[in-house]
């Protein structure tokens, strides 16, 4: 076993050895720029370009036509609401978004309330469910957009995806979801939901860093926005700039991989999360945030009571890669805005420690992370440092 410990996986993953392979020819001798449509250097290049494209739609069963590389989920999500807010504010500016989104939506949301856009920002269930009938009383004639997170990668918690592009449909209204923790992780098809925007970033799902992708529907409705980036008019005009070929062929290389092994990996990852997380929630005050069903199986966020969250987490840092709620928020030693909007107060949301396991993790890890654990909790009842 190597130390530390990596379980945050919710962060970013490791590139399968199979994506960083698929992806060194096109640094070196296949460095075409997919653009360059007179020779065969870009001919190469855009043949790589064409078969990722097929294999990051298939995961979502979008079309190719549909898929627009980006450089991550950040960028995607920028591009999607900045792009519906200047295409529609003519017709309303009114968004309709959740609390415990990624800062990605929330501060873009910020950003678009300078510009004159009214933001309707939904509570949460203390499981971090959105009710309903709250989203549909939010709806106004001026609502031109719905955002809502596919899956939180504080909790894993899973939003009711369909009833929202049900209600998102009906009332026609586009729906933008940011699906970045969820692709890979467990089914996620834009036919069978009324997605009309999705967002997502390779290196959460073992590949690389840097690129991304903006799923824009093309029929029924067809989405218009207004690009964020001008330029060489790539990607169908809505974002301009050289392709980042090896990254998109990784991209690739980790989509089709995680659309054939799903299934098995989850299997494996839910077994170990479950092993760890039952071990954990016996610990005196320790408690699960967020749903226990209605979430990704790669996750447990759990506060520990009577401690200092950030104190146990120091503890454990040595040995084991984890943060406490997400990795922006604990640079800041802000308590989460997730938790803190699932009603946890103040100190519950600093005491919350976010496991997330992915297909690298071991049963002999799990067992060391909960003796360490264990160790650390027994140490700071009897108040000793270090
Ligand atoms: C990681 C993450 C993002 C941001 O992805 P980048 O690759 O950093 O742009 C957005 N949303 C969620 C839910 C994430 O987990």
């Not at 998102?168 to 098809?189: C, E, H, R, W, Y």
């Amino acid at each position: 076993m190597n130390l530390p410990v990596y379980m945050d996986y919710h962060a970013t993953t490791p590139c399968d050895s199979r994506v960083l392979e698929a992806m060194l020819p096109y640094f070196s001798q296949q460095f075409g720029n997919a653009a360059s449509q007179g020779h065969v250097f870009g001919w190469h290049a855009a043949e790589a370009v064409k078969i990722a494209r097929e294999e990051i739609a298939g995961l979502l069963n979008a079309d190719p036509s549909e898929i627009i590389f980006t450089s991550g989920a950040t960028e995607s999500i920028n591009l999607a609401m900045k792009g519906v807010f200047e295409m529609m504010s003519g017709r309303g500016r009114h968004i309709i978004t959740v609390s415990t989104e990624h800062r990605a939506v929330l501060d873009t949301c910020r950003h678009l309330e300078k510009l004159g856009a009214e933001i309707s920002y939904l509570p949460v269930l203390p499981n971090g469910l959105i009710n309903l009938d709250e989203l549909k009383s939010a709806i106004r004639p001026d609502t031109i957009l719905i955002t809502v997170m596919y899956a939180n990668n504080e909790t894993g918690v899973l939003q009711p995806i369909h009833e929202i592009g049900k209600i998102a449909k009906d009332n026609g209204i586009l729906f933008l979801s940011d699906a970045t923790q969820a692709l890979g992780k467990i089914p996620v098809n834009v036919i069978d939901i009324g997605i009309d925007l999705l967002a997502y970033s390779a290196h959460k799902l073992y590949g690389p860093k840097g690129i991304g992708a903006l799923y824009i529907r093309r029929r029924n409705p067809r989405v218009r926005l207004i690009a964020q980036m001008d330029g060489g008019g790539q990607e169908r005009g809505f974002r301009s700039g050289t392709l980042n070929v090896p990254g998109i062929v990784g991209f690739g290389k980790a989509a089709s991989l995680a659309g054939a092994e799903m299934e098995e990996n989850m299997k494996l990852i839910s077994r170990l999360r479950d092993e760890l997380e039952w071990a954990l929630l016996q610990f005196d005050g320790a408690r699960l945030n967020g749903h226990s069903r209605n979430r990704l199986p790669t996750v447990t966020n759990i506060s520990f009571a009577d401690t200092s969250g950030q104190h146990l987490l120091e503890t454990l840092l040595k040995d084991i890669a984890i943060s406490s709620g997400s990795a922006c928020s604990s640079a800041s030693l802000e308590p989460s805005h997730v938790l803190k909007a699932m009603g946890l107060n103040d100190e519950s949301a600093y005491h919350a420690i976010r496991f997330s396991l992915g297909k690298y993790n071991t049963r002999e890890e799990v067992d060391f992370v909960i003796e360490k654990v264990s160790y650390a909790l027994k140490r700071q009842v009897l108040n000793l440092k270090n």
